[in-house]
Structures are given as structure tokens and as C-alpha cells.
């Protein structure tokens, strides 16, 4: 059973401090939303848990093993595994080739080609992309790519997918159609899911409970109906005079 | 590429070497000590695709690992009358083991710098050998061998057979999609679990392992090694040229290049030796324009049935 905790983290890059004493808990199989201003510190927490960047101070543990001194690829084989903001496929390859890779280096011991392509392909169709299976990865559409970032992501094996802004720059009908497919992914696959997202109809819609980041600071945190609602929250959004109004 | 297809490119490079074996067999010493030369140009060739070519890494100084090759030969051949086919054993090691201790350092920097880096330890590597008077005045070991082509020939076709089939089921392998992922996105890479570090020191080593063997060869084929000519950068450049011209990664593109870059090298030596270097310089400019994927890319674009047997 899969529980990630990362406890008092804090980040500094040279003078400015990007994360301050951030708590958070993902109890197995729940989505958590993680919502902020600009530049309030969330792609670097989930850097930070998805090992790419290492916390100034804190500790950030997997049921209980300490991740947080761990290379990004080594978190990858505890059952982590992240999307990139701006996806980066390899574009060299096919989308097929692309999942394969995440296959055969996730946490899943498949050594075989063979088998990682056919797997691959099984993923490919979860996420509504088998028709694109044999598409150069650089061909394909944003949204597109986007879904090939979720399909290596679930690849790997990962119990615990981390989502940077994978719900962004799409069109009303892709957004309606994505939020979907998450749900449908979510109740098959029963991943836990902390998920970092500008797009307030898609967290709003996709989470159990949110997370507000401002500057660094954690200052809400709660379902999403108690967060809509909260004071802080909407200063941070709108500023005071709004608030009171 | 397609890992049910069965295995054409191994086959038709499987005739090729056997023509070549018979060829030296056939034809006598005057092919075979042609053909010795292509065979190291393709060794070294082969060598250099495993760093430069499936890692994407640009190895300026690879001539560093061929010029270990030769010293570790010449050596063991002139100071302990050893066999010569020890000489490219050791060459081997030697050229793997720099390659691990080299590799653990310079692979840290990426891009334009690893370039560089290649390029200053060839350098360095020059003038330390000159300081050693073990390895000759001004790097200088010369040794009689009774003239033994036919062993030069098979030791060196041997090596290039064993590059082919590593480098077809590298990149048919586990390790193949980890490189191919690694020459395109690293970061990438490694947030799936792929480990760039441990991928690009693999194919490192083994850039140095066959690329000190071919060293081994081209010292035992011209009887000694001198420092100037081991060190020159020139070998560098042409083995990177051929892999460009051949088609960076493939089974079969190190040895289309290694024919393209050798054989009229061959005849403008014997005639206009200084246009050679501007000849391939040439070629590689208008490869690198025109053909990115040089002529295996050509091939495989020219004809949908080629697009999936070649590799």
C-alpha cells in the first residue's frame, strides 16, 4: 500500500526560498490537487518528490523508505513516476517505441522488446491513442503528446503518477474529453495521483482533496468545495479587495 | 525499428564479411593489404558508433583510445617479444579500462563541452606520452615482425564481425531503446528509469574496448607507432565522418561509410594526396545539410521495403 509523505520540505535557489516547511500526505488511491499562483512552488515540490531536484531541507519518504536522496530514474522503480510540463517525447521514436522504453526501465521487470512493444500497445489503447501506436512520437498533436507523457507514465508500473499541468493549452472538447479518460484511468487502474494543475474545472473535478501554494507556503488545504470557499484562497487569486467585496 | 523482422541487415552483413574473408584467401597479399586498411577504418568506425553514434555524444578525441591500442601493442611486441595478438588484447583492456576511468569524469558534461573535453585529452594524452621514454624517443617503437598479413587480415576481420553483430543486438535489445531514449531526452530518459549514467559509461567502454583493439591492429599492420601520427586529430575526424556519411547508430551505416571514406582516399593518395581531407570534408558538409541520416537514411527513404530492413 503505497503512502507518500513529504514532511517539511523546503527549497532555496540561491537567495529566493521556493518551498517553506511544505507537509503533504497521498493516501493510496487518491487524487490530490495541488494549485497555486504562479511561481507559489508546485512544479518544484513535485521535481523534489519525483527526484529530480533535491530538497534544501526535509525528507520525503515512500511508505517508509526515504526517496529523497534518490536519482530520478532509481524513484522510477519505487512506483513514481512523473509528466512533464511541456511534453517531451522522444522524438526519434514511435509512440509505441516511446511506452516501450518506460516498460522495459520501470518497475516491472519486462527485459523483452517483444513483449514491452505489445505492452506498450496495450497502454496506447488505455489512453485512446492505439490508433496512433505506429505515429513518429514528433508528429503528433499536443494533446497527442500529452497523452503519450500519460501512457509512459502508466508504463512504468508507477502506483503513484505525479502530473504537471497535463490538462493545460487544450481545446473545451479535449479538456471535457481528458477529464474523462482520468476518471475512467483512475477507477480501472486505482493509482494515486498528485496532480499540479492551472485548470481549476479539471482539479476542481478530478480531486478528493486540494492543496493551495502561495510563495512557497502551504494555506490551504481541503476538499474542493471547502477550498472555492475559503478566504486565503481567493486573496491569493483575486487579491483582498475582492475578497470583501 | 522492428524487433519481429527477421534479420536481413545481419545477413547481408554476414555475406559481406564472408566475401571479404575470401577475398584474402583468394587474391593474395596485394588485395589483402588493401583490404586490411578498409577493415581497420571499419573497426574504428564501428568503435566510434557506440559513442558518438548511439549515445549522441561527440567524440573528437576518439584517436585517443586507438593511439592506447597501438602503444599497449608495440610495447608488449617490442620490449617482451610477445605475440601480437596479445598486443591487441591488451590494447582491448587498456582502451576499456581508460574508457571507465575517462568516461566516469567527461560524461558529466553534455553537449558542446563533453566535445571539448574529447578534444583536450588528446592533447594531454600527447604530451604525457612524450615525457615517458619506456614509449620511445618522440613516442617513437618500431619492431620487426616476419610479415604475417593473412593474421593482421583475420585478426582485424574478426573484431569488425564481433562489432556487427554487438552493435545489431544492442540495438535490438533493452539497451537499445534506453539509448535511443537517451540520445533523444535525457531527462526524459530518466524520469521512465532509464539511468543515462550507466548507459552512456556502457557504451563509452565499449567505444574504448574496440576502438583500443583497432589501434592494436593498425600498429602490428605497420610494424611500430609514432606519437604525431598516433595522436592526430585527423583520425578522429574521419572516423566521425564515416559513421555521418554511413548513418549514425546503425549496423550497416559504419561500414558504407568505411568503404565511402576509404576507397577514394586510397587512389587520391597514391595521386593528389592533400585533397583527400578536403574531399571528405566536403562530403560530410553536404552530408550534414542534405542527409543527416546518411546513406542508410537515404536508402530507407528511397524505398518502403528497405525502411524496414534496414537497421
Redesign the interface.
Known sequence: MPFLKAHNVSKNFGGVQALKDVTLELPESVVLGLIGPNGSGKSTLLNII?G?EKPTSGIVRLDNRRIDSL????V??YGL??T?QIP??????TAR?NV???V????RNI????L??EEADRVLSMVRMGSRKDAPANSLTVQEKKRLELA??I??GASILLLDEVFAGLSPEELKDSIQLFKKLHNELRFSVLVVEHVMRAVLSLSQKVMVLEEGRVIATGSPDEIVHDEKVIQAYLGSKSAAA | ?N??KPGLTLYGLFIVMAFLAAAALLLGVAVSSILVVLLIYAALAYSINFITGMIGYVDFGHVLFMAIGSYALATLVSYYGANPLLGVGLGALLGLIFALGIGLIILRFRGVYFAIATVVLVLAAYNIVLQFPQLGVGGEIIFNLTFQPLATYFTIWTIVLIEIVLTYYVN???I???I??I???E??????????RTLKLTGYMLGGLFGGAAGAVYAWSISGVTAGPAFDFTFSLLMLAMIIIGGVGTSIGPLLGAVVVYIPSYFLLTTVAQAQPLMIGLLVIIMALFLPDGIVGLLRRSNQRLRLVLE
Open positions: 519525483a529530480l536519482r530520478a530514474n532509481r522510477v522503480g513516476a512523473k512533464h517531451k517525447p522522444f522524438s526519434n521514436m517505441e516501450a522504453v518506460a522495459l526501465y520501470g518497475r527485459p523483452s522488446p517483444r514491452a512493444l509512459r507514465a508504463g512504468t | 525499428m524487433v519481429q535490438r535489445s533493452r537499445g531503446f534506453g535511443r531514449a540520445k533523444n531526452e531527462d526524459a530518459a530518466s524520469s521512465v528509469g532509464v539511468s543515462p
